[in-house]
């Protein structure tokens, strides 16, 4: 039994040595892969290698397979992730909807899924909540992300005013096209939108003078 259990965790090592070197056709291949196929952790693993492969199909017929039910029943971001990278958004929203609890990283892949379904709205309020409450270094992405989200919304409907940049751009249109009487209302209130959106992000009444100045 111990000579098992040794066998078992030289195993691990291995695959985790070439997982570390990104040599994940060998970790496909790896000796635990073949002695311990029921292991969660072993089954988890080859998922990883697969979508570190860009193998997508592989990585959802096994997360798919009857016979690995118990094993893949808490991989809901892994089987979510490939089926949005296999285009298949609706399927993807579904399984991030299925999973238990909406951590952050199903969070931050549950946004990337409206916005590949045009559901702008929602995506952008989901946006601003990542926003406020991550700190980390992707957070200069995420509010490029969002900018795009706003972009689209305002391409679909230039006058929308459901947030400040929505409004500021509807302000925006109008003084483009010399409407200067209505344009100014409207840039007025996306001043004060920004202002209390910043204030409702836990921002300083500074801050959101600061903000606010990009507009005015």
């Known amino acids: 039994m111990a000579n098992k259990d040794n066998n078992l965790v030289q195993a691990y090592i291995e695959l985790n040595k070439f997982c570390q070197n990104g040599d994940y056709d060998r970790a496909l291949k790896a000796s635990v892969l073949q002695i311990a196929p029921n292991e969660q ?110 972009s689209n919304m305002a391409a679909l409907n230039p006058f929308d005013e459901n947030t400040y940049e929505l409004t500021y751009n509807a302000g925006s249109t109008l003084a483009m096209k010399g409407k200067y009487g209505d344009a100014l209302p409207v840039l007025k209130r996306a001043e004060q939108k920004c202002s209390e959106s910043v204030i409702d992000d836990g921002g300083t009444e500074e801050e959101a003078k600061e903000e606010a100045a990009i507009i005015r």
């Open 41 to 150: 952790k072993a089954f988890h693993c080859k998922v990883v290698c697969f979508i570190q492969l860009h193998n997508f199909k592989e990585a959802l017929s096994i997360l798919c397979n009857p016979k690995n039910a118990s094993l893949a029943n808490d991989l809901y971001f892994e089987k979510a992730y490939v089926q949005y990278r296999l285009n298949c958004p609706k399927d993807a929203l579904q399984t991030v909807d299925n999973a238990p609890e909406l951590t952050p990283v199903l969070k931050e892949l549950r946004a990337q899924i409206l916005y590949r379904l045009e559901q702008y709205q929602e995506c952008y309020s989901l946006y601003r909540d990542i926003v406020k409450n991550t700190t980390d270094e992707y957070e200069d992405e995420r509010k490029a992300n969002m900018a795009a989200v706003v």
